[in-house]
């Protein structure tokens, strides 16, 4: 079972930027499919862009241009780079790793 932990969440203003990493555990890490989604308060979790074993990438409309997904298998690790926030950017974030294993999430709130 894979283990995920995120980082680099925080407050940050409008027009600002944040890189979120998703560190797994495991040695088959470079297999799994890696996403980035995450839950507003009163809305569904919902997918922010996810990454394949090979590097493709997909990307929701809301934030495409602004992030960007990628990964390291040497690291264990997925990134998301996060330019030009908006306030309804805010949510918690979340990774995922194949088919069903969550970290435990990172707050994302974007306020002046």
């Known amino acids: 079972q894979v283990q995920l932990v995120e980082s680099g969440g925080g407050l940050v203003q409008p027009g600002g930027s944040l890189r979120l990493s998703c560190a797994a555990s495991?040695?088959?890490?470079?297999?799994?499919?890696m996403g980035w989604y995450r839950q507003a308060p009163g809305k569904q979790r919902e997918l922010v862009a996810s990454?394949?074993?090979?590097?493709?990438?997909i990307y929701a409309d809301s934030v495409k241009g602004r992030f960007t997904i990628s990964r390291d298998n040497f690291k264990n690790t997925v990134y998301l780079q996060m330019n030009s926030l908006k306030p309804e950017d805010t949510a918690v974030y979340y990774c995922k790793a194949g088919p069903s294993a969550w970290g435990q999430g990172t707050q994302v709130t974007v306020s002046s």
């Open positions: 990454i394949t074993s090979g590097g493709s990438t």
């Open positions: 495991g040695s088959i890490f470079s297999i799994y499919a």
